[in-house]
């Protein structure tokens, strides 16, 4: 774990508000206040710092962890993690893939589910992360 470099895993994490603002503003954002029953006005509430701050702060964990399965892993016999030639942007992606849609999905549609969310709700909340995760994998890896 010496070798970590830290200065991807914080770009990576701060690639989820660049996705996010894109995400839930042109692409999504209309969708996403009425599945939510968000307005302009409540979505103005609070502190934009802390709830930026704090999704930075959670998406570097997720981070931490995609990097702790796709690249730090290698070394032992047989595994090829961590290896140079695994170390690509795609490599990392497929990590990020796998994390989204076998932990992140089932946690938030099931949760959706028991709040009576639409379907829509589900495939805009999850496509997010799993464009975020495949993002951050991504760059944990290439840039390892």
């Keep these: 774990m010496e070798n970590i470099n830290w200065i991807a895993l914080v770009v990576a994490a701060l690639s989820t508000l660049v996705i996010g603002f894109l995400w839930y503003g042109p692409l999504f954002g209309k969708a996403w206040m009425k599945e939510t029953g968000m307005t302009e006005e409540k979505a103005q509430q609070g502190s ?3 709830r930026l701050g704090l999704s930075v702060v959670l998406a570097f964990i997720a981070v931490f962890f995609i990097y702790m ?3 730090a892993t290698g070394g032992e016999p ?4 961590g290896q140079e030639k695994f170390l690509t942007f795609g490599h990392g992606v497929v990590h990020g893939l796998l994390v989204s849609l076998f ?9 959706a589910m ?13 496509g997010y ?3 975020s ?7 944990v890896n290439a840039w390892t």
């Design 114 to 126: 028991y709040e009576q969310k639409s379907f829509k709700y589900m495939l805009i909340n999850v």
């Design 69 to 71: 399965t796709s690249v």
């Design 133 to 139: 995760f495949a993002i951050m994998g991504g760059i």
């Design 103 to 111: 932990v992140v999905m089932p946690a938030l549609v099931t949760n």
């Design 78 to 81: 047989g595994d090829p993690h």
């Design 129 to 131: 992360w799993v464009v």
């Design 48 to 50: 934009m710092p802390l």
